[in-house]
Nanobody, 124 residues
């Protein structure tokens, strides 16, 4: 059972930046790690993913391409989400997730393990 703990959320003004971290309880070099978010009254949506099994391939939702960057440090069992040029519509609870076997990193049903979430609020 992989434990995932997110951190780094907070309140930021539009145009600002935040970096989220997701610390895993075990080595993640064979996993795909993803970030999802859920805003009040909306469904959970894919944000970004990184697939260590695919030599570090990254995937992004169209809404965050060019603004967000996912990266990881296998030595620290940690995945990061650097968020720049934040917009009020980025306000949501951000969740880290992981799976070992699967092929669709943008689909939440592929993920076996989830963190508790961290709140990101972007003020206008």
């Amino acid at each position: 059972q992989v434990q995932l703990v997110e951190s780094g959320g907070g309140l930021v003004q539009a145009g600002g930046s935040l970096r989220l971290s997701c610390a895993a309880s075990e080595r993640t070099f064979t996993y795909t790690m993803g970030w999802f978010r859920q805003a009040p009254g909306k469904e959970r949506e894919f944000v970004a993913a990184i697939s260590w099994r695919s030599t570090g391939n990254t995937y992004y939702a169209d809404s965050v391409k060019g603004r967000f960057t996912i990266s990881g440090d296998n030595a620290k069992n940690t995945v990061y989400l650097q968020m720049n040029s934040l917009k009020p519509e980025d306000t949501a609870v951000y969740y880290c997730a992981a799976y070992r076997v699967g092929s669709r990193p943008s689909r939440d049903y592929e993920y076996d393990y989830w963190g508790q979430g961290t709140q990101v609020t972007v003020s206008s």
